[in-house]
């Protein structure tokens, strides 16, 4: 008899650790690098949980509690010819390294012409939604994408964090891989294709609107639009996957057929790569727009620790509705 049993589920925690344990298995320059990685921990959320017992402390290293320097070991480790996969324990420590980040790894390769490439790749955690506080839930991913030379990675499904993570840790210039905490617990089918750094997936296809997004705002978006389905705006949904390198030409083909534009986004409205997607849009396909591009994002406020007004913080299905809505009560 065929087996016909559903295809089995993984969380997208699993999905980053598996990719995590085949590039150490396929290839020794990969090593991993930051607070606490090691077993019996794992991490702070057990992504790399058990790594270290199988490949030792020599390629999966316990750091000090110092995000300089452990972005700065592995900017030395990529320019020595190895493959680091830095954790910044939480997005927020950022600032603490960005002058590694932003002035070394992103800048080395430009500036040596070619010559010295910075193959690393710096993991990092987005608590926003966990009750974790101001300082540990700041989605900070417009910092990044303003700076030439790195590659920003929000995955949303298992199959592909884990595709992406494969492409960030292959590449040879710096890539931050974002991981926003709510969505490792997320589960859904892991299967083997491949996903090159740039390229946007539709997740839902549809002729009236589309939602412009990426990670776990990608489910909230699905959540809506199939809510809509039956009698209001039939709503695409484009995950971009990858805000640096982005895939414009994506955006615009999929604006350019629904004619109404969302840009859905967890980090604050104000500044946000939403902003940067809106004049995107809006610069390319003036003359095709029935209604004006709007964004979605939280609000500009430090994000709170009681769980009622994080709610109210953030963005959510309600507010995302709203402006479909609106953007669709414009034109025939």
């Not at 949303?156 to 494969?166: E, F, G, K, V, W």
């Not at 709510?182 to 549809?206: E, H």
């Amino acid at each position: 008899m065929p087996d016909t049993a559903a295809p089995a589920e993984v969380s997208v925690r699993a999905a980053i650790t598996r990719a995590l344990d085949e590039a150490l298995e396929a290839d020794d320059t990969v090593v991993l690098l930051g607070e606490d990685i090691a077993d019996p921990g794992g991490g702070v959320f057990g992504v790399t949980k058990g790594l270290s017992t199988k490949y030792g402390s020599d390629r999966v290293r316990d750091t000090p509690i110092s995000e300089q320097a452990i972005v700065g070991a592995a900017v030395g480790a990529a320019l020595g010819g190895l493959r680091p996969v830095a954790e910044i324990m939480f997005m927020d420590f950022l600032g603490l390294c960005l002058d590694q980040l932003a002035n070394h790894a992103a800048k080395l390769r430009y500036m040596s012409g070619g010559l010295t490439p910075v193959p690393m790749v710096l993991r990092t955690a987005v608590g926003g939604g966990l009750q974790v506080g101001a300082q540990h839930s700041q989605m900070l991913e417009s910092w990044l994408t303003h700076v030439p030379g790195l590659q920003v990675v929000v995955p949303s499904t298992p199959t592909d964090a884990r595709a992406l993570l494969h492409a960030c840790i292959s590449s040879d210039d710096p890539a931050v891989f974002i991981e926003q905490v709510p969505l490792l617990q997320r589960r859904g089918v892991l299967d083997d294709t491949a996903v090159a750094l740039g390229v946007a997936d539709i997740k839902r296809a549809g002729t009236d609107v589309t939602v412009v997004t990426y990670g776990r705002q990608v489910h909230d978006a699905l959540t809506v639009a199939e809510s809509l389905a039956a009698d209001g705006p039939d709503v695409e949904v484009l995950d971009l996957r990858c805000l640096a390198p982005l895939d414009e030409d994506a955006v615009l083909e999929s604006v350019r057929r629904t004619r109404r534009a969302v840009v859905l986004h967890e980090a604050v409205v104000t500044g946000g790569f939403g902003a940067e997607l809106a004049a995107l849009i809006s610069e390319a396909l003036f003359g095709h727009l029935l209604a004006p591009v709007l964004r979605v994002g939280a609000v500009p406020a430090p994000l709170p620790y009681a769980k009622n007004l994080e709610s109210l913080a953030l963005p959510g299905p309600e507010r995302l509705r709203s402006a479909i809505g609106r953007v669709t009560s414009y034109g025939g």
